[in-house]
């Protein structure tokens, strides 16, 4: 290459290098406020200089508790990480940041350089083949498991029917009929969880909605002698949601705090309240609480991973799972508030 056709190199300002990252990148203070971004950045997300990172990216007026940025200002290294942030349209992404230290001439860190790069459709591909194989490991486990119980079920329908005792032949059914609920329950889950699969969106009221969900499980909670209380606001005006996947959601999360009432012993008396309210002017929630035995800090941290459970052999993880890509498809948000002994609620929130 001569150096006539090398000059124009020469001409590039150290702007326009960055303008043309296909990146974001952002230099921010020890505030965590954005002191310059690149074009990229300003693409998507406009002009945020003398913003803080943490309100633009993720929408809220709280400081990320793994910080990348911040690490950098105190111990003066490059930390890397993985962050979900909300672009203008309320899609999250997921990004693997960068941050390095900029010095000044007595070597104090001045300002941290950070680079976000989208890696949606590797995660997505990586996650969809993980899925895909960890589900027919749960669902061959689980349904062995269930066909095996339908099985005594049967057998006891057979011999109630034998010796003319419908006591027994009822208690046969109930065994069959749970067990064809539980295999209808974790084939749905795994179906949800294996392929995403393209929102249907429609008309409806958010009370209706859990109206229908809580009805799905009022003899469930019977049996278990547990109250299911729904507490749904009627005025709540029409808003457009996928119905299937909204019940499936409110099921899973109903399903659950049934069970964590079930599997507490330490208390008499259980109770799941089912909510539909206003979350503010612009948003509404779905509420779902339990006063059961609550969770540990572990267990909170880890429930929307894959396959996570701490119901040992009687769980998939498959649940919790399904309710966060839901959420997600509707561009929402989930909130969880746990108090061991005291009980946990999970909260989702949607724009009305």
């Given at each position: 290459m001569s150096p006539s056709d090398?000059?124009?190199?020469?001409?590039?300002?150290?702007?326009?290098?960055?303008?043309?990252?296909?990146?974001?990148?952002?230099?921010?203070?020890?505030?965590?406020?954005?002191?310059?971004?690149?074009?990229?950045?300003?693409?998507?997300?406009?002009?945020?200089?003398g913003k803080s990172c943490y309100n633009v990216f993720q929408g809220t007026e709280h400081k990320c508790r793994k910080c990348p940025v911040q690490k950098s200002f105190i111990d003066k290294k490059v930390h890397i990480a993985e962050e979900t942030i909300l672009l203008k349209d309320g899609s999250?992404?997921?990004?693997?940041?960068?941050?390095?230290?900029?010095?000044?001439?007595?070597?104090?860190?001045?300002?941290?350089?950070?680079?976000?790069?989208?890696?949606?459709?590797?995660?997505?591909?990586?996650?969809?083949l993980v899925t895909l194989g960890q589900s027919f490991a749960v669902l061959t486990h689980d349904l062995k498991n269930m066909l095996e119980v339908l099985e005594g079920?049967?057998?006891?329908?057979?011999?109630?029917?034998?010796?003319?005792?419908?006591?027994?032949?009822?208690?046969?059914?109930?065994?069959?009929?749970?067990?064809?609920?539980?295999?209808?329950?974790?084939?749905?889950?795994?179906?949800y969880s294996a392929k995403e699969r393209p929102p249907t969106f429609q008309k409806v009221k958010p009370s209706e909605i859990a109206r229908?969900?809580?009805?799905?499980?009022?003899?469930?909670?019977?049996?278990?002698?547990?109250?299911?209380?729904?507490?749904?606001?009627?005025?709540?005006?029409?808003?457009?949601?996928?119905?299937?996947?909204?019940?499936?959601?409110?099921?899973?999360?109903?399903?659950?705090?049934?069970?964590?009432?079930?599997?507490?012993?330490?208390?008499?008396?259980?109770?799941?309240f089912v909510r539909a309210e206003f979350y503010n002017k612009d948003f509404y929630m779905f509420e779902v609480e339990d006063n059961a035995g609550g969770m540990d800090k572990s267990t909170e941290e880890n429930l929307f991973e894959e396959f996570f459970s701490n119901k040992g052999d009687s769980g998939t993880g498959l649940g919790l799972m399904v309710v966060d890509r839901i959420v997600k498809n509707h561009k929402g948000k989930i909130e969880v508030l746990t108090k061991p002994e005291i009980g946990s609620l999970f909260r989702t929130i949607f724009k009305a």
């Open positions: 090398t000059s124009q190199f020469y001409d590039l300002t150290f702007k326009s290098v960055l303008d043309a990252l296909p990146c974001y990148l952002t230099i921010q203070d020890a505030d965590l406020n954005i002191l310059f971004a690149n074009q990229t950045f300003r693409n998507d997300f406009g002009d945020a200089v999250a992404n997921e990004m693997i940041v960068y941050s390095a230290p900029l010095f000044n001439l007595t070597g104090n860190v001045t300002a941290v350089i950070k680079m976000l790069t989208n890696v949606n459709m590797i995660k997505e591909v990586q996650k969809e079920g049967s057998y006891v329908i057979e011999e109630g029917i034998k010796d003319n005792d419908m006591a027994l032949t009822s208690k046969g059914w109930q065994i069959v009929r749970k067990n064809i609920h539980e295999i209808s329950r974790v084939t749905q889950n795994i179906l229908r969900a809580v009805a799905l499980f009022q003899e469930k909670a019977g049996n278990f002698e547990i109250q299911l209380i729904s507490q749904l606001n009627p005025a709540l005006p029409y808003t457009t949601m996928d119905v299937p996947s909204i019940v499936r959601m409110l099921s899973n999360l109903i399903w659950n705090a049934l069970e964590a009432c079930d599997q507490d012993k330490r208390k008499t008396s259980h109770s799941v």
